[in-house]
């Protein structure tokens, strides 16, 4: 197949995000809350805090903590996951941390925990993107310091053609030529990246090219987000 036959599985065009949507405030009982979707793949996420760090030795004199805890529901996809942490879900919420760290301030809050829930219930692939998104929304209706949110999308590769927003069929099956690689890309709203990934294999210049798109998704993302955010009032979020 060369690069101008080139088609989506699901018809999208090679740049185009799959239906993206956000809501915040969905919790009441958490501290900040927010659902944030693209595609089929939907995130939730609450979060409780500052708060006292337990257990008392993680605890940082320094600045409060960040933990995150991704989650997927087991009726997320068709096959039923197992309950429970594995080595995907330690993974993903020690990455979501680390792209949310840059813009999260906590020098004000030393031994204090920020606690990030996030529920996968459903999950089309770009699970992580979409809990970041999610996450750093509640972070931000819960009030909690921030220089600004970030925003997550996946680009990739299909066999030879860079695309965006891969879906679970792209991801896990698509299998022309060269197959799939995944880059998901957290990005402040300056175009700074905060967190980068790559499951696949990708050129130098793809990868460039990849990171472009995502990019300028990332600004449709932050559009989205802020919209979400406004329509909760003037509220208890308040961005640095
Ligand atoms: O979801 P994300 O793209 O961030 O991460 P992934 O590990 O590349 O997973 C891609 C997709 O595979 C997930 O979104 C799920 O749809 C699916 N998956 C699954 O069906 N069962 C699992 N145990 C893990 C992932």
């Not at 690069?3 to 995000?17: I, M, Q, S, T």
């Not at 760290?101 to 996968?120: S, T």
Request: aromatic share 4%; glycine share 8%; hydrophobic share 35%.
């Amino acid at each position: 197949m060369t690069a101008k036959e080139f088609k989506r599985p699901d018809g999208r065009k090679k740049d185009e995000l799959r239906p993206v949507s956000a809501k915040v405030g969905i919790i009441p009982n958490a501290d900040g809350s927010a659902m944030f979707s693209t595609g089929d793949t939907i995130a939730i996420a609450a979060v409780y805090g500052p708060k006292e760090h337990h257990p008392r030795n993680q605890r940082n004199p320094a600045k409060g903590t960040l933990r995150c805890d991704y989650k997927m529901g087991s009726f997320s996809v068709t096959d039923r996951i197992r309950p429970g942490p594995n080595r995907r879900s330690t993974e993903i919420s020690k990455i979501t941390e680390w792209a949310l760290a840059p813009v999260v301030m906590l020098e004000d809050y030393p031994n204090k925990v920020v606690d990030v829930h996030i529920h996968m219930t459903q999950a089309d692939a770009g699970t992580r993107c979409a809990g970041i998104n999610a996450a750093a929304m509640a972070l931000a209706h819960a009030g909690i310091p921030m220089k600004d949110i970030v925003s997550s999308i996946a680009a990739g590769k299909l066999d030879k053609t860079v695309v965006l927003d891969l879906d679970k069929y792209e991801d896990s099956e698509y299998d022309e030529g060269e197959g799939s690689t995944d880059i998901p890309i957290t990005f402040t709203p300056d175009g700074k990246i905060t967190h980068i990934q790559i499951d696949g294999k990708i050129s130098k210049s793809q990868l460039k090219e990849a990171i472009e798109m995502a990019r300028n998704a990332s600004k449709e993302i932050y559009e989205v987000q802020k919209k979400a955010l406004k329509e909760v009032g003037e509220g208890k979020w308040v961005l640095q």
